[in-house]
């Protein structure tokens, strides 16, 4: 995440509370139930977005995590496009050698 991403999160989340306080306000709440009830809703907010967090990393549902294995994928698939007819014919050959071994194990 850049810096200007975190700086604009934190704006917005600032702001949500303030339209939120200037809401319970003008629903007729006096300043401190105002206050208190726009403080609860960041604070739901921010536990919300730290559970979610949380599980995208339990997950490996990250951004780098992605990144990672688009990067690997990609590297596989170059190695696999480099390789002449004879090579990959041999691969194959081996990877049906090595099925067949399992097979026969279980």
Avoid: C, H
């Amino acid at each position: 995440m850049r810096r200007i991403d975190v700086i604009s999160i934190g704006v917005v989340v600032f702001a949500i509370g303030g339209a939120g306080y200037l809401g319970l306000k003008s629903a007729g709440l006096d300043n401190i139930s105002a206050g208190i009830w726009s403080q609860l809703l960041l604070v739901g907010i921010i536990l919300a977005w730290s559970f979610s967090y949380v599980f995208r990393v339990a997950t490996k549902n990250m951004t780098y995590a992605q990144q990672l294995k688009d990067y690997e994928e990609a590297v596989l698939q170059k190695r696999l496009d480099e390789l002449t007819p004879a090579q990959l014919a041999q691969l194959q050959a081996e990877i049906e050698q090595e099925r067949a071994q399992s097979g026969n194990n279980t």
